[in-house]
């Protein structure tokens, strides 16, 4: 399971509106795939459509749909969202990754 914070809800039902999603039914994808300095990077976007093999999750609110290969590698994490002096954006707290890099946009098993 992936868990939302207060703060991501807020701001993923804010930007889904305007990118013409409706948080109500539309789904926050969330994945990963190969690269960035520790190996593998978080993905996320907005999507209308399960697909097959998916796996769905609603949390604070917030319909998460993750493919069955990443969610090994989720499972547990909760997003979050910072607004602070060292950049604006989506955070991944995993508590699966052995090392992340310094943005918090990429990490290792």
Avoid: H, W
């Amino acid at each position: 399971m992936i868990k939302v914070s207060d703060i991501a809800k807020k701001k993923v039902v804010e930007l889904m509106a305007d990118d013409g999603y409706d948080a109500a039914n539309d789904f926050v994808r969330v994945g990963v795939k190969s690269g960035g300095c520790s190996g593998l990077s978080y993905d996320l976007k907005f999507d209308k459509e399960q697909q097959e093999g998916d796996k769905v999750f609603e949390d604070n609110g917030v319909k998460i749909i993750v493919d069955k290969k990443s969610f090994l590698y989720l499972v547990g994490t909760t997003l979050e969202y910072s607004g602070g002096l060292n950049g604006t954006g989506f955070v991944f707290n995993n508590p699966n990754a052995n090392r992340t890099c310094g943005c918090g946009e990429s990490f290792s098993l």
